[in-house]
Nanobody, 115 residues
């Protein structure tokens, strides 16, 4: 059974950084892609960053140059390094993994950017 567990969220002032982690219960290279989504109150859940099995990454325009997605196959973990955070980055961040049949989600981790 696939389980994705996020960690690393918290409350930070603007301009600071956070590192989110997503620990998978199974080999992450078994997925076609993994990614991070976020959902702010009253808004849709939107893709922030993704990495496919070949290592190609993509980012939402709003986070390009500030966020970096990476992975470690040994620890079965995907990371999201978030730098220069601003108020618009406040949201619940969800880890996602996709294969041909299923779409898996973690439980989410809250990121709040506030002075």
């Amino acid at each position: 059974q696939v389980q994705l567990v996020e960690s690393g969220g918290g409350l930070v002032p603007p301009g600071m950084s956070l590192l989110l982690s997503c620990a998978s219960s199974v080999n992450i290279f078994g997925f076609n892609s993994m990614g991070w989504y976020r959902q702010a109150p009253g808004k849709s859940r939107d893709l922030v960053a993704s990495i496919n099995v070949g290592g190609t990454t993509s980012y939402a325009d709003s986070v390009k140059g500030r966020f970096t997605i990476s992975r470690d196959g040994t620890t079965k973990t995907v990371y999201l390094q978030m730098n220069d955070l601003n108020h618009d980055d406040t949201a619940v961040y969800y880890c996602n993994a996709k294969n041909l049949q299923y779409n898996y989600w973690g439980q989410g981790t809250q990121v709040t950017v506030s002075s």
